[in-house]
Every structure is written in structure tokens, then in C-alpha cells.
């Protein structure tokens, strides 16, 4: 079965350092978003992508973040000079959103931690 | 009134025993609703979509009611392995490339 892939699985970082957060979506989807949940609290929704470009973001989603998607496969979170307040899960996910499908599928996350 | 309200719980009920959850929302408007799972230190996974009609996946029942802007799952015959928290998640209107999630409830199956 087709899932989304996240790498790294861990990163630990300075504060003030910038991290890069790397998904591969599932092949044939068009919708990509990501998501954090810091710990014990609710997932929370960061951004979404389509057709190269940013379809919708929270508020949480300031000039501190970034999302590209540098080839035809990998779909990536840019944080820049991060802050303890990121420490998270930062999770992908991507749907089809074709004929009334709207489930989206989610990658197993990277914990990240600011130091 | 946030935007989905979930009772955090936990809720402790032995095995085999039948548990509910309610889920509310704010937004009268809301289109697509679900159920997803997760697993302590795991990525969220859908259960079910919650349909207008109500739709049943095997020990597992999602409803769905507009009027006083619920949702709700129920599971019979609970097993050991449906311990995890449940998660509400509704779309807004006219946005299906967003979806707000609940807190969720933290369900344990007791042996």
C-alpha cells in the first residue's frame, strides 16, 4: 500500500539554526500539507500545496516557514532560525481530492526538538 | 466555542464492553467530517469518513448530526488493540484542502 514518507524520523537542533524537513507524498496526489502537534496538545493544521504553490495557511505559518517542492517527488518544510516553541511533530500528509475523495493520508512525522 | 470540542477523557472500559464519543463543531456550515486514529507518538489515521446518513465499518458506528452540529463514533465488542486516542476532524465549508482537528479522547481498553 502506498504511504507518505518523512525523513528524518528525529532531528535535533541549536536554536536560531535552520532545519529542513523532507516528505515524499504518494505518487498520484496533488495535495500536500503539513502539520506540527506539539506535545500533548492537538495536531494543528500549518499549510497547504498545490499546483506549486500555497494554497491556504494558519496563522502559525509566519515568515519563519517555508514549503517547496524542488522535484516531481519530495515536498519539504523549511524553518528558519528556529525557536524552542518549534519543538514538535511535524507531520506531511497529501490527498487526491478527486471525485469527492478528501481523506488525507499522513506521513509518520519528525520529532523536532530546539535545544 | 472552539472550532471542534472533543471530552479529552481518558475513557477506561473493560474489554468487550461498547464506548461512545461525542464530537461537536462550531461551524453549521462544515462539510466533511471524520474520524481518525492515533496511536501514542504516531502519525493520525483515518478510521472512517462520517457520512450525512450514518455508516457503520464493522464493530465501528459514525452519525452524524447537522442539526445539533455533532458527530459521534461508537465502538462494540472494544478490543485491547482500539486503545489509542480518537480524533474528531471536520473541513471548513468551502475549504476541503484544510481539515481542524479535535484534541481528541484517549480511550484504554482494560484486560
Known amino acids: 500500500e502506498p504511504e507518505v514518507t518523512q525523513t528524518p524520523s528525529h532531528q535535533v537542533t541549536q536554536m536560531g539554526q535552520e532545519v529542513i524537513l523532507r516528505c515524499v507524498p504518494i505518487?498520484?496526489?496533488?495535495?500536500f500539507y503539513w502539520y506540527r502537534q506539539i506535545l500533548g496538545q492537538k495536531v494543528e493544521f500549518l499549510v497547504s500545496f498545490y499546483n506549486n504553490e500555497i494554497s491556504e495557511k494558519s496563522e502559525i505559518f509566519d515568515d519563519q516557514f517555508s514549503v517547496e517542492r524542488p522535484d516531481g517527488s519530495n515536498f519539504t518544510l523549511k524553518i528558519r532560525s528556529t525557536k524552542l516553541e518549534d519543538s514538535a511533530m511535524y507531520f506531511c500528509?497529501?490527498?487526491?481530492?478527486?471525485?469527492?475523495?478528501?481523506?488525507?493520508?499522513f506521513g509518520p512525522g519528525t520529532r523536532l526538538l530546539v535545544l | 466555542r472552539k472550532e471542534v470540542e472533543q471530552d479529552p477523557g481518558p475513557f477506561n472500559v473493560p474489554e468487550g464492553a461498547t464506548v461512545a464519543f461525542n464530537c461537536t463543531y462550531s461551524?453549521?456550515?462544515?462539510?466533511?467530517f471524520f474520524w481518525y486514529r492515533q496511536d501514542c507518538r504516531k502519525e493520525p489515521k483515518l478510521l472512517m469518513s462520517?457520512?450525512?446518513s450514518g455508516n457503520e465499518d464493522g464493530r465501528f458506528t459514525a452519525q452524524l448530526n447537522r442539526a445539533s452540529q455533532y458527530i459521534s463514533l461508537l465502538i462494540r465488542d472494544s478490543k485491547l488493540s482500539d486503545s489509542a486516542t480518537y480524533l474528531c476532524v471536520v473541513t471548513p465549508p468551502g475549504r476541503d484542502d484544510k481539515i481542524i482537528f479535535g484534541k481528541g479522547t484517549r480511550l484504554h481498553i482494560l484486560p
Open positions: 461551524n453549521s456550515a462544515s462539510q466533511s
Open positions: 462520517v457520512y450525512s
Open positions: 505518487s498520484n496526489h496533488l495535495y
Open positions: 500528509a497529501s490527498s487526491t481530492m478527486t471525485s469527492g475523495e478528501k481523506t488525507q493520508y
